[in-house]
């Protein structure tokens, strides 16, 4: 019997769509767990199709995950295209995202 991969996926917002069965989504609903919320009772429950409530550090993981992804394919791609060599990519521009997106995380 052969397994086929089913893909799950959940829609946060019009317009984009988070596949459920990745690795990010595992990491991003582990960050969205951390967050406290206090006392406050929901008087709506978080039924599939309802609107999904975005917050900072959500949004901060999520461009921190594609930071990173992107600093990888960089890394891939140093030098692929004849005459272009990633240095300033690679070297100065991704670190910075990653040191800016890590301060936002890290508040």
Known sequence: MLYSATKIAKEIFPGFTLDASSGT??????VNGLQYNGLVKETETNLPGQKVE??????????????????????????????????????????????????????
């Open 25 to 30: 989504a595992s990491i991003l609903g582990f």
């Open 54 to 107: 975005l917050t900072n550090c959500f949004a901060s993981t999520f461009a921190l995950i594609e930071d990173f992804d992107t600093l990888a394919y960089n890394i891939s791609t140093f030098m692929s295209e004849p005459g272009t060599i990633k240095i300033f990519d690679v070297l100065a521009l991704d670190p910075t995202h990653i040191a800016m997106d890590f301060s936002v995380e890290w508040e």
